[in-house]
Nanobody, 132 residues
Framework: VQLQASGGGSVQPGASLRLSCVVS????????VGWFRQVPGKEREGVAC????????YYAPSVKGRFTISKDNANNMNFLQMDTLKPDDTARYYC??????????????????????????WGQGTLVTVSS
């Protein structure tokens, strides 16, 4: 299984970026996917996750309403649309995936939805810098 993220870059506050991730070696329809981010010296943070059937979502409170996660199962891709970016969004963003059938880990809960919070496969990350 390989995950290849792209789309990071340096932007000004208020701008938008769209991160893309190609997931190869699996049938993406069977997998929940998530985006995590990390800043050196800080804990890794789950940013946005989507269930295998694309019916359940999780967003970190700090990005809810600004970021949107989506899956394209036909092309084994997933996306993170990031709008109204803030300097606090500066981080390396990692694309992740985990098979949802048979999943025995814990979950994120949001607005009555549940999505896996532990991901088995990770990509190499793409850097997002938001600065004026």
């Amino acid at each position: 299984v390989q995950l290849q993220a792209s789309g990071g870059g340096s932007v000004q506050p208020g701008a938008s970026l769209r991160l893309s991730c190609v997931v190869s070696g699996v049938t993406l329809a069977d997998y929940a996917v998530g985006w995590f981010r990390q800043v050196p010296g800080k804990e890794r943070e789950g940013v946005a996750c989507i269930s295998s059937d694309s019916r359940s979502f999780y967003y970190a409170p700090s990005v809810k309403g600004r970021f949107t996660i989506s899956k394209d199962n036909a092309n084994n891709m997933n996306f993170l649309q990031m709008d109204t970016l803030k300097p606090d969004d500066t981080a390396r963003y990692y694309c992740t995936a985990t098979r949802q059938e048979g999943y025995t880990g814990s979950y994120y809960y949001m607005d009555g939805q549940i999505v896996p919070d532990t991901y088995h496969y990770w990509g190499q990350g793409t850097l997002v810098t938001v600065s004026s």
